[in-house]
């Protein structure tokens, strides 16, 4: 996903108030627990991933068909923001 800041700051994010954005970067702060908790993993690249290989071979044919890019990608919509 392309959002802004990455998916650490998606639209799926919860928008927080001004009172805590003004004096605290969440972003960084959850971007760097996203990363620390990654390096721990054993499996880290979804390519890799033997379960969505074998979806790829059963159902979404190959990386970038069609059938892929319907079901797996999404665009950015610039929500409107909660004014305080």
């Known amino acids: 996903m392309a959002c802004p800041g990455g998916c650490v700051n998606g639209g799926g994010q919860p928008v927080q108030p001004g009172s805590v954005r003004n004096f605290v970067d969440l972003q960084s702060k959850r971007a ?6 990654d ?3 054993g499996l880290r690249r979804s390519h890799e991933n033997p379960v969505l290989q074998r ?6 044919e190959k990386p970038g068909s069609h059938k892929a890019h319907h079901i797996l990608h999404t665009s950015f919509q610039n ?3 909660i004014e305080e």
């Open 32 to 37: 760097q627990a996203l990363y620390v908790e």
């Open 39 to 41: 390096r721990g993993k």
């Open 55 to 60: 979806i790829y071979q059963e159902f979404l």
């Open 79 to 81: 929500p409107n923001l």
